[in-house]
């Protein structure tokens, strides 16, 4: 508590008070003993307001928002970045919270049912028409993601003190119908290799197919990054890329793809910039050429369901992937030679 007291030599009324354990002093620069009064009482209001949780402040929505943007874009790849920043933005846009606490079970809930059983009115992308645009339904695993955003964003907002509950924790994920990853057979992996062979595809295809690792991680893979020696590749966070999981890993590197990456290794730069550009377009043909439905991400669980089938663990195989959890790894469980298909066989009555 503050108070008021006269300091022996002066004609003003002085204020004693303490803040974050220091004794403070100092002249009110008043004779009046009512305005004394006031100014000590409007100091105790902004001790007690000083010394309250953020949450009961009334934090807004936008001073939030904009901070916890800021924060995410230090720990999140700028896909994920764009993908949340997205999922909440078209959410906030919808209800037009003004306060931290206009965020509720209801409102959230709303929002999900809507964007999943009706087109929704969203905001418009960066540098497009300022006229709002239409989307399809959505399905349940992509109102799980928002739920997941929006979560992610107000648990931030309870580690900062701008709120005391997360009322997303209280909003039930939807069920998502779970189906098996496509890979291709080896059939298929002949006839894709077939139509990519003269082409400028037909490396990546290849080390797709032997490391398992994303796009992304070949577009941003050096060949500094490939030890020939010992017959490794790195794949590694850097200043302009990181890894979905944020950590490193290391491949080993087979036989067949390192003669391949022999015959057109250089010192440095990345291996395969020559091919981003129309690679979309140029993909799209050879699986079209091959007659193979499938899309760039199928060559990653080509390469793990393939493992997996011929005994691999399924631990050692997250490593491979970069999974953070090895239950990201566990769809590929049912091609174990291990497998449920085989438990039954254990019975004996």
């Not at 720990?75 to 306060?99: G, M």
Request: with cysteine; glycine share 4%.
């Amino acid at each position: 508590m503050a108070c008021k007291y006269r300091q022996k030599g002066s004609k003003f009324w002085w204020i004693e008070y303490y803040q974050d354990g220091r004794q403070i002093r100092k002249s009110l620069k008043t004779t009046d003993s009512k305005t004394a009064d006031y100014l000590v009482a409007k100091k105790d209001q902004e001790l007690i307001e000083g010394g309250l949780p953020p949450a009961l402040k009334d934090v807004t929505f936008q001073n939030a928002f904009q901070e916890y943007l800021e924060y995410s874009k230090g720990y999140k790849t700028a896909k994920s970045y764009e993908v949340d920043y997205w999922n909440l933005r078209r959410f906030f846009d919808k209800i037009n919270p003004i306060k931290l606490k206009d965020i509720t079970v209801k409102s959230i809930e709303e929002y999900l049912f809507d964007r999943i059983q009706n087109a929704a009115s969203l905001a418009p992308a960066p540098g497009k028409s300022k006229r709002k645009r239409s989307t399809k339904r959505i399905r349940p695993v992509t109102a799980n993601d928002i739920l997941r955003a929006i979560k992610t964003f107000l648990n931030w907002c309870i580690k900062k003190g701008y709120l005391t509950k997360n009322p997303a924790i209280d909003v039930k994920r939807f069920s998502e119908p779970e189906h098996p990853p496509r890979y291709l057979t080896k059939d298929e992996i002949t006839e894709l290799l077939k139509k990519a062979k003269d082409g400028k595809l037909y490396l990546f295809i290849t080390t797709a197919l032997y490391t398992g690792m994303r796009k992304a991680e070949l577009f941003n893979l050096e060949w500094p990054d490939i030890d020939f020696k010992n017959s490794r590749i790195s794949v590694l966070n850097k200043a302009e890329f990181q890894t979905k999981s944020k950590k490193f890993r290391i491949i080993p590197l087979h036989p067949e793809l390192k003669t391949l990456l022999n015959h057109t290794r250089r010192e440095k730069g990345h291996i395969f910039d020559s091919i981003k550009k129309n690679f979309r377009n140029e993909f799209q043909e050879i699986l079209k050429a091959a007659k193979v439905k499938a899309n760039v991400h199928a060559l990653r669980h080509t390469f793990a369901s393939h493992l997996v089938s011929n005994g691999v663990s399924i631990y050692t195989v997250s490593k491979l992937l970069g999974h953070a959890h090895i239950k990201t790894t566990e769809i590929y469980a049912h091609l174990s030679p291990e497998s449920i298909d085989n438990s039954i066989e254990n019975l004996k009555f």
